[in-house]
């Protein structure tokens, strides 16, 4: 089977402190209450199961952040394990799990099983610390020695994934006092039998120093003495306090265009009743402004709930028409609760100006993903409200020493396949190929489609095709459990048979479809004012780069309304950058915009060269009285060759083409009145007299 894979681990997971027990989830909805919410079923996967579910909680207390290793959990293909490591002080308080508790359960969470279950003896250790790097020796013995035994007895080792608890038969002789806690287990299966597989747990890898300590063998003597690694098991504590509800992921856009049209912004968060007890749930969501530290919107809603399970809140709201950061924080809390340490969530969502993505640019990737074995297709969902032209397509790799130069295209489909998954393809890049860096750095790419793809309103997907056998480490966050209807692959490559991604990999991957960054100009230009009116013609910016030696990144062409406005519609530039706009027209004064920063960040952004001569570089336009009352700013007229200054070559080109009486569209046709007569020849006379020449930077 072809999986999805992990490649390298960065320091980001999403959500801290995950619930009680972890079910595998059912989301076919079931009929809900009029609160604005569904409910879906779950059911259990494994794990211990205790007599008083209301009294016995569950709590990650390290949670997994996209790393997997053997040797980090107990396994099934060696007769010997040992292994050690440390959870920190700031870990266990951000979890959530509370001091001065017995600690009932110690559980581990598989990504993959094994061909078969083991059957073996098991031992775990505790100690309370305030290390912050693992400190013990590598020996073995020497390790244990400070530690409690709260644990000796002979344990099955599923051959299934997903979580795994083991009820601890001494856990009254340790209490854990709210610092850093060591773990400490010995795994040993000296005959009995052993799978061809081992399993395969989740891990973490948040922080940076090798504080786990582990080994394992087929020969007991070879345990004794361990190795290091950052590789440290997700880790769930039991305790008999009480764990009502959690909160947890919240799903969303991490980016959200508004352009061409401002579409309603959903969040959903999933929130975790963990006991089969009728309890009143208080749900809190909050978009907050995060530049502003303003909040924007507040959702509250109330659940009454007696039965174990996820309830799903949906809101929506209208976005912003410039760009901003939101967190959206959602907050739960039900009366009598003990545990609170992960009743709150938090997700990232910036809006665009014209790009949409599921990923979340503000957050480090924690590695590249592709398919580990053989060739396929893997896509995310979009939505438009109206049609929607693409243009290009933002990528970002996780590119490492050693790998890049894969082949890849791009993917969009409509969604019209059965159920709304990926149908008819309407678009697939030429093949392009991965960039190379150094290990860790994030090589980002945009693919710019040569003619515009249209697509009309509704869902549509779009994605990467990987055709050979070469992982092509697209950068990913991961979500758990991954959200559904958004992320499908289909093996091999142009197969068509989707499948929806799944707890195997829980991942959102970096794929921005964008179109057109708009840009609206009020711009007139001296010869072609006509009383209030302005004479129709077409106009050309060029975006300029405000760092020398000005490069030009972009440029358009359109046509001026009567009213002097003007639309473009851009491809190359970014709402980061502060630009120059240099306006050229067949027969006026190439003009600059004045140094000042502009940054294309509004919907559409408005640059207007008539209110100010300032609005132009040194100043360098003419004012015309009687235009709108108080009169505008234009651009001077009479560049005929188009070299940057007014003189007596273009007046001469003017005379001469006013006195053959030549008519229609001509360059010397100052006015645009299809003639090139003396009003022509008077507008370019006073310039070239007045000496009238570009100001650029």
């Known amino acids: 089977m072809r999986l999805f894979i992990k490649i390298t681990a960065y320091l980001m997971f999403i959500y801290s402190g995950y619930h009680c027990k972890v079910y595998s989830q059912d989301f076919s909805p079931i009929n809900t209450s009029n609160i604005n919410s569904e409910i879906f079923n779950r059911e259990a996967t494994g794990g211990a199961v205790f007599e008083d579910p209301d009294q016995q909680s569950v709590v990650t207390v390290l949670p997994r952040d996209g790393i997997h290793s053997r040797h980090s959990a107990p396994q099934t293909l060696f007769r010997f394990a040992r292994c050690y490591y440390l959870i920190t002080a700031a870990e266990m308080f951000t ?20 061909t078969s279950a083991t059957k073996g003896y098991f031992k775990v250790y505790f100690q309370n610390t305030n290390d912050n790097v693992n400190n013990k020796s590598l020996n073995w013995y020497q390790a244990i020695q400070e530690m409690t035994l709260v644990h000796s007895d002979t344990v099955i080792i599923p051959a299934t994934s997903g979580p795994f608890d083991i009820p601890l038969n001494s856990s009254g002789d340790f209490t854990y006092n709210g610092g850093g806690i060591y773990i400490a287990f010995e795994y040993s299966n000296p005959a009995g039998p052993l799978s061809s597989v081992s399993n395969v747990a989740w891990c973490n890898m948040t922080l940076p120093n090798p504080i786990q300590k582990s080994s394992q063998s087929d020969d007991s003597i070879r345990v004794i003495a361990t190795g290091t690694s950052k590789l440290r098991a997700e880790t769930r504590f039991g305790c008999n ?66 039965e174990r399970g996820s ?224 004479i129709r013609d077409t106009v050309k910016v060029k975006v300029r780069s405000q760092t020398y030696p000005f490069n030009a990144v972009d440029s358009a062409v359109s046509v001026t309304d009567t009213a002097g406005n003007v639309f473009f519609n851009l491809i190359n530039v970014n709402s980061d950058s502060c630009y120059y706009f240099e306006i050229k027209h067949r027969n006026h004064l190439k003009t600059f915009s004045s140094s000042l920063c502009f940054k294309l960040i509004g919907v559409p952004s408005f640059y207007d060269f008539s209110v100010s001569s300032s609005q132009a570089l040194g100043n360098n336009t003419v004012f015309v009285p009687g235009v709108n009352a ?8 009479g560049d005929v060759n188009q070299d940057g200054i007014i003189d007596a070559s273009d007046l001469s080109s003017v005379e001469n083409n006013a006195a053959a009486g030549l008519t229609g569209y001509a360059n010397t046709d100052i006015t645009g009145d299809d003639f090139t007569d003396g009003s022509d020849l008077s507008i370019t006379e006073n310039n070239s007299s007045a000496g009238i020449n570009s100001v650029v930077p």
């Open 630 to 637: 108080a009169g505008i700013f234009a651009i001077y007229g």
């Open 95 to 114: 979890s959530g799990f509370p001091a001065g508790v017995n600690i009932t359960s110690l559980g581990f969470n598989y990504k993959y099983g094994t």
């Open 241 to 306: 306090k009480t764990d009502i509800v959690t909160a947890g992921p919240v799903y969303s856009l991490g980016v959200t265009g508004v352009w061409p049209s401002p579409d309603s912004v959903s969040v959903r968060a999933v929130i975790n009743h963990v006991r089969d007890f009728s309890d009143t749930i208080i749900v809190t969501t909050k978009i907050k402004n995060i530049n502003q530290d303003q909040v924007r919107h507040l959702f509250t809603d109330t659940i009454i709930s007696s």
């Open 311 to 534: 309830i799903i809140i949906n809101h929506k709201y209208m976005s912003e028409a410039l760009i901003h950061t939101d967190s959206v924080i959602v907050s739960v809390v039900a009366s009598g609760e003990y545990i609170t340490g992960n009743n709150k969530a938090v997700y990232i969502q910036q809006t665009s100006v014209n790009s949409w993505n599921h990923y979340i640019p503000s957050m480090l990737p924690i590695g590249g993903t592709g398919f580990n074995v053989g060739t396929g297709d893997f896509v995310a969902r979009f939505h438009t409200p109206v049609s929607l032209t693409v243009c290009a397509v933002d990528l970002s790799f996780f590119a490492e020493s050693g790998w890049g130069q894969n082949p890849y295209k791009i993917l969009f489909y409509a969604a019209d396949g059965p159920g709304g998954l990926p149908g008819t393809l309407i678009h697939i890049s030429p093949g392009r190929v991965t960039p190379v860096a150094l290990t860790g750095f994030i090589k980002k790419s945009t693919y710019f489609l040569t003619v515009p793809l249209v697509i009309s309103p509704g869902y549509y997907y779009a994605g990467y095709s990987q055709p050979e056998d070469r992982i092509l480490r697209v950068s990913y966050q991961t979500e758990s459990p991954v959200r559904t209807g958004e992320y499908f692959y289909a093996a091999p490559y142009g197969a068509g048979n989707w499948t929806e991604f799944d707890e195997i990999s829980p991942y959102r991957f970096d794929i921005s479809p964008r179109t057109y960054m708009p840009l609206k100009m009020k711009i007139y230009l001296q010869g072609f004012i006509n009383g209030q009116t302005v």
